[in-house]
């Protein structure tokens, strides 16, 4: 079973970026789709971007298009998430989790983090 450990969350001024990073443990990794998704303060979680596990099709939620990127490295077992122009609202608990589509909608399973913390100030 895939094991992950997300980073790269922070304090961040509304429009700046960060660089989120998902470091998996097992040789399964490359097998999986990989996926983001975000939890803010007494919200649902919500999914956010994904990507083949080729790297070859990615996936976004509407409200990220054209300023979030997701990405992965299978020799480094890392999946990534550059986002630009955040915004406050935006502002959540920030995970990854392989990932499977059902119907329109992307579901994440098996293990999962204990996720970033991100935190965009107006």
């Known amino acids: 079973q895939v094991q992950l450990v997300e980073s790269g969350g922070g304090l961040v001024q509304a429009g700046g970026s960060l660089r989120l990073s998902c470091a998996a443990s097992?040789?399964?990794?490359?097998?999986?789709?990989m996926g983001w998704f975000r939890q803010a303060p007494g919200k649902e979680r919500e999914f956010v971007a994904a990507m083949s596990w080729s790297g070859g099709s990615t996936y976004y939620a509407d409200s990220v298009k054209g300023r979030f990127t997701i990405s992965r490295d299978n020799a480094k077992n890392t999946v990534y998430l550059q986002m630009n122009s955040l915004k406050p609202e935006e502002t959540a608990v920030y995970y990854c989790?392989?990932?499977?589509?059902?119907?329109?909608?992307?579901?994440?399973?098996?293990?999962w983090g204990q996720g970033t913390q991100v935190t965009v100030s107006s």
């Open positions: 097992g040789r399964t990794f490359s097998s999986y789709a």
């Open positions: 989790a392989a990932v499977t589509l059902n119907g329109s909608s992307w579901y994440g399973f098996g293990s």
